[in-house]
């Protein structure tokens, strides 16, 4: 069963223990934001939040982010996700996201940010007038996946520092895993983790991810999970 937990009067999120969706609602229309691991019911659960019109967004298509996303018509999602999607046997009807776009609730803008690096069509969302950031799986205090073909920390350095830029914007970050919320200045550490992997700074330890060998950097705020 998903916990459901309303945080303020437009906005739930709803855990299923691995992996958090939000439910964001405005004047006119509400938006699900994922459709979890294991929820193929996710647009009732959602519907049964709102009676507005209800849309989809997946902030990235990893697998524990899209498994209800059969029951939408069509759902936005970043072009440079498309391949990962398709590669995964998803139902297709995408309504591409581009960085800059807005999408407004009614009263309750929403933008769209492209943060490539965890995976190529990552995007954030910043709910403008709530000041609040809609992080995916890129800034969180869990471990952040850096494994396999379509990762790239360097592009995710790029991309939070992108994020950092825009800190006078937020005040809270929702991330799909770990704590909610985290603070904007997870971001500062995130970045500086990645930079220490990237140069070989910092030591990991190998473990297994479902039968791949990984290597764990752990940090007091977080742990990258990378290629070995
Ligand atoms: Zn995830």
């Known amino acids: 069963m998903a916990e459901i937990i309303k945080i303020n009067d437009n906005s739930w999120r709803i855990e299923d223990g691995f992996v958090r969706m939000f439910l964001l609602t405005g004047r006119d229309t509400a938006l699900l934001v994922d459709s979890g691991a294991t929820y193929p019911e996710a647009r009732q659960i959602a519907e049964s939040l709102t009676d507005k019109p209800l849309a989809l967004l997946n902030t990235h298509s990893d697998p524990d982010h899209v498994s209800g996303n059969g029951a939408f018509s069509f759902y936005f999602m970043h072009p440079g996700d498309y391949p990962y999607y398709f590669e995964q046997g998803g139902p297709g009807n995408m309504m591409p996201l581009r960085d800059g776009d807005v999408l407004d609730l009614g009263g309750r803008p929403l933008k769209v940010f492209h943060i490539p690096g965890h995976t190529p069509g990552s995007v954030a969302l910043l709910d403008i007038n709530a000041r609040v950031l809609i992080s995916g799986d890129s800034v969180q205090n869990d471990n952040i996946f850096m494994f396999g073909p379509r990762r790239n920390i360097k592009e995710f350095i790029r991309s939070l520092e992108r994020l950092n830029g825009l800190k006078d914007s937020f005040a809270e970050v929702w991330p799909s895993h770990g704590s909610f919320p985290v603070e904007p200045d997870l971001i500062d550490k995130l970045i500086e983790g990645a ?32 290629d070995i």
């Open 195 to 226: 930079r220490q992997i990237v140069d070989g700074k910092v030591s990991g330890t190998q473990t297994v991810w479902r039968d791949t060998p990984v290597m764990l950097y752990e940090f007091p705020y977080a742990g990258f999970i990378c």
